[in-house]
């Protein structure tokens, strides 16, 4: 029987559990909005009661691993978060404890954009590939890499922060607190964001005009482009240029093979990918090289927390790679 392994994706708007196997098989999943005001005790509590839920759906008494992918700052080694920046009061929790007292298995911790960056590299484009860069595209902007054949965390962990690569300079204010980061301007905040500040667009936009303050986001802004709202097809049109710029940055120093992105926005398909190839090119200028920009995983946040546990043995096994 192949391994099972429990995952978990702990998001800002939800939390995901999943059983999957070690070919990349999600067998089944279960979602659950994240609690952000209750702390350690509420999520240690929904963790534990969502994977009992799903290990009794599909008759496994135990998983053979446990992987967590977490949206906040990690300390892997020690299986803690270290903090969050969407559930109030978690700083240093230990997580994987949590988690392996309970279960009676080893459990593997990981940023979630380092996850899917794993998951592209065991189950998506990026298999077989040394040198590729992943980028997410949902609220925020994260990404991760694999050079040489291994993954790159940097020093502390947190190389490939693309999202806060300034990109406009005096632009706006970003949460880490610089101007102009490219999560401010092209992440799904950022979007919302820059629609909604135009007023006076809004209310002459037929399709805007319609829809309430707290529920413009950038699914809206590309449905609304595929209408033929003038409006948003700007708005989509500026964001891809600047990601086109945040892009070129990135291929300009790493020199990937191949980009790949995913995230929520990414679920725009062609209506992103297509213009954005464009872009890329055109912003290329003289130092273009034949990068391809591909689609991610569909299922990539399933797939991530699967993905570290599996990682983590070929690499403790000495084998980095998944050729
Ligand atoms: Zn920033």
């Known amino acids: 029987m192949p391994r099972t392994i429990l995952g978990y994706d702990v998001g800002g708007t939800k939390i995901s559990a999943v059983i999957g196997d070690e070919n990349g098989k999600i067998i089944k999943s279960l979602r659950k909005p994240t609690v952000r005001h209750l702390g350690g005790g ?32 990690v300390d892997r080694e020690k299986g803690m978060v270290l903090s969050s920046p969407n559930i109030l009061g978690l700083r240093n929790f230990p997580i994987s404890d949590a988690l392996e007292s309970e279960f009676g298995v080893p459990v593997d911790l990981e940023n979630d954009a380092t ?37 790159y965390r940097g020093a502390h962990g947190m190389a490939l922060e693309v999202g806060h690569m300034v990109v406009m300079s005096n632009g706006p204010v970003c949460g880490c607190g610089r101007r102009g980061c490219l999560e401010a301007i092209a992440g799904g905040r950022g979007i919302a964001r820059r629609v ?66 995913g995230g929520g926005i990414a679920n725009a398909g ?20 034949p990068v391809k920009i591909l689609r991610g995983l569909k299922n990539g946040p399933d797939l991530a927390p699967v993905s570290v546990p599996l990682f983590n043995r070929l690499v403790a096994e000495g084998n980095p790679g998944t050729k």
Do not use: C, H
């Not at 960056?117 to 949902?138: C, H, K, P």
């Open 196 to 261: 909604s500040e135009n007023i006076t667009a809004v209310k002459e936009s037929e399709l805007f005009s319609k829809v309430k303050p707290s529920e413009i986001d950038a699914k809206k802004v590309f449905e609304f482009k595929r209408k033929g709202d003038m409006f948003s097809q700007l708005i989509v049109e500026e964001t891809i240029y600047y990601l086109a710029v945040g892009i070129v940055n990135i291929i300009n120093i790493l020199d990937p093979e191949i980009l790949i992105i």
């Open 270 to 289: 062609n209506d992103l990918f297509g213009p954005l190839r464009t872009a890329v090119r055109e912003e290329f200028k003289s130092m273009y090289r």
């Open 42 to 73: 509420r999520l240690k509590e929904d963790l534990i009661n969502m994977g009992w839920k799903l290990l009794d759906e599909v008759g496994v008494k135990q998983p053979d691993n446990i992987g967590v992918v977490f949206a906040g700052l």
């Open 115 to 151: 996850g899917a960056t794993i998951a592209e590299r065991m189950f998506g484009n990026g298999r077989g590939i040394d040198n590729f860069v992943y980028m997410t595209l949902s609220t925020g902007i994260g990404g991760g890499a694999f050079l040489n054949g291994q993954l």
